[in-house]
């Protein structure tokens, strides 16, 4: 199933939002997501065709436009033990 990240332009730390729209990420848009890093202070979801950007400054969505909650995913998350 394909997931995707709907680009918020608020949230994460200085700059980071500002980095976002530098890179070409537009407010309300819907992007592809390849892969999700989760640690245990951080995460970052990582965009096809862009570079990976923080969790906080996206909702997410699965193929069918369904909320989708990254953090539950085992196949993402390792605390989960899917990895």
Known sequence: MKYYAIFLDKNG????????????????????????????????????GYG????VMFDFVDEDGNEADIFK????NPYLGGL
């Open 13 to 48: 730390y200085d700059g980071e939002t500002d980095d976002a729209k530098a890179d070409g990420l537009v407010k309300g848009d819907k992007y592809e997501v390849d892969y999700v890093a989760i640690g245990q202070s951080h995460s970052r979801v990582y965009l096809e």
């Open 52 to 55: 990976g950007y923080n969790t």
């Open 73 to 76: 995913n085992p196949s993402w």
